[in-house]
């Protein structure tokens, strides 16, 4: 029983059924209590048994098989983009400047703060670019000297948090315009941001992911400044 | 499948102009990129690609799952900061959501298009 056990979990089939049936049903249950973050469930019950049967490495290899979605899926978000365009022409100066606004005060946030807790300069570097689109924001995190492992991390997590608060948050302050959801999504939490929100608005999702190009470009070249600055 | 043909084909060329060219951007945006040109051009229709797109999108956090699980390989690295790093995150997410938001909305209200 044991062993076939360990067998199954070496199988690829592990990780992505896993993932599929965990994510599925977190989302019927978010169905029931609106404030549930399927992603979070989904995530926060597979850390934990994979931790218990150091399953890790084996996990990912299924996990992948999930992950390589993410390509054709971002390519997908050219179609609300496509659709929607006309409306946000009309707004592109209030989405860019917005962009440029989120993305300098997130780099002056994460400096200020790692700062006032004396976090070590190799986190810190790691930490700058997390608002950015993974495969970018490892690429500064390197570029800057930090460890670009721990800045695929810091981008993950940020992409949770915003997926997770960012809607609440701009809510409570009173933010409601599609534009402004969408602009501060995309720019503060990338792609994990933009799955979430358009999930309710196609509009919100399409916004989301320009400003989540847009942020990329911006912080890229925020970088070079940076480098010579710190 | 043939919006998931189409979309696997743009990506590929998204992956294969990053490397041919070493572009700073990640392949599947430069397949965003070329993808919404060519729908914005009818080289693409949209009736074409729409079933599988809104497919895609609907369950697109799925895709990320094994990514944050991987969080578990670094949580060594950084367990003695672990405050200042998670007073990191939230804070300054926090700040450019609340800072972003702020001024795309005054913008779009100060031209007076309520959208």
Redo the contacts between chains.
């Keep these: 029983m044991k062993e076939a056990m360990t067998d199954l979990l070496n199988e690829p089939l592990y990780g992505a059924a896993a993932t599929v049936i965990l994510y599925v049903a977190a989302s019927a249950l978010q169905r029931k209590w609106s404030w549930l973050h399927p992603l979070f469930i989904t995530c926060a019950v597979l850390i934990v048994f994979v931790l218990m049967t150091d399953t890790y490495e084996s996990y990912q290899v299924g996990g992948n098989w999930l992950t390589f979605f993410l390509g054709p899926a971002t390519g997908a978000l050219g179609v609300p983009l496509y659709k929607h365009m006309q409306t946000i022409r009309k707004q592109l100066k209030a989405i860019a400047a917005g962009v440029v606004v989120g993305s300098v005060c997130g780099l002056a946030g994460v400096w200020g703060i790692l700062h006032l807790f004396d976090v070590s300069r190799a986190v810190l570097l790691s930490m700058l670019p997390k608002s950015v689109t993974a495969p970018v924001a490892i690429e500064i995190a390197r570029q800057l000297g930090g460890i670009p492992e721990l800045g695929a991390v810091f981008t993950v997590l940020t992409g949770l948090i915003g997926s997770m608060f960012g809607p609440a948050l701009l809510k409570l302050v009173g933010i409601r315009h599609d534009a402004a959801i969408g602009t501060a999504i995309g720019t503060s939490s990338h792609g994990i941001g933009t799955a979430r929100v358009i999930r309710d608005s196609e509009m919100q999702g399409s916004i989301s992911s320009l400003s989540m190009g847009l942020a990329a470009i911006v912080t890229s070249m925020l970088a070079i400044p940076l480098y010579y600055l710190l | 499948m043939l919006g998931?043909a189409i979309?696997?084909g743009?990506?590929l060329l998204?992956?294969a102009l990053r490397a041919v060219f070493s572009l700073?951007?990640?392949?599947?945006?430069i397949?965003?990129?070329l993808?919404?040109a060519a729908?914005?051009l009818k080289w693409i229709r949209?009736e074409w690609?729409?079933e599988?797109?809104?497919f895609?999108?609907?369950?697109?956090?799925?895709?990320?799952?094994?990514?944050?699980?991987?969080?578990?390989?670094?949580a060594s690295?950084?367990k003695n900061?672990w405050?200042?790093?998670a007073?990191?995150?939230?804070?300054?997410?926090?700040?450019?959501?609340?800072?972003?938001?702020?001024?795309?909305?005054s913008?779009?209200?100060e031209?007076g298009?309520?959208?």
């Design positions: 998931f979309l696997l743009f990506n998204g992956e700073p951007l990640p392949g599947n945006v397949g965003l990129i993808f919404a729908l914005g949209l690609v729409e599988t797109s809104q895609l999108l609907k369950h697109m956090m799925l895709f990320f799952a094994p990514i944050i699980v991987g969080v578990v390989s670094a690295l950084i900061e405050l200042g790093v007073a990191g995150l939230l804070l300054s997410t926090a700040l450019a959501v609340l800072l972003t938001g702020f001024v795309t909305q913008l779009i209200k031209e298009d309520r959208g």
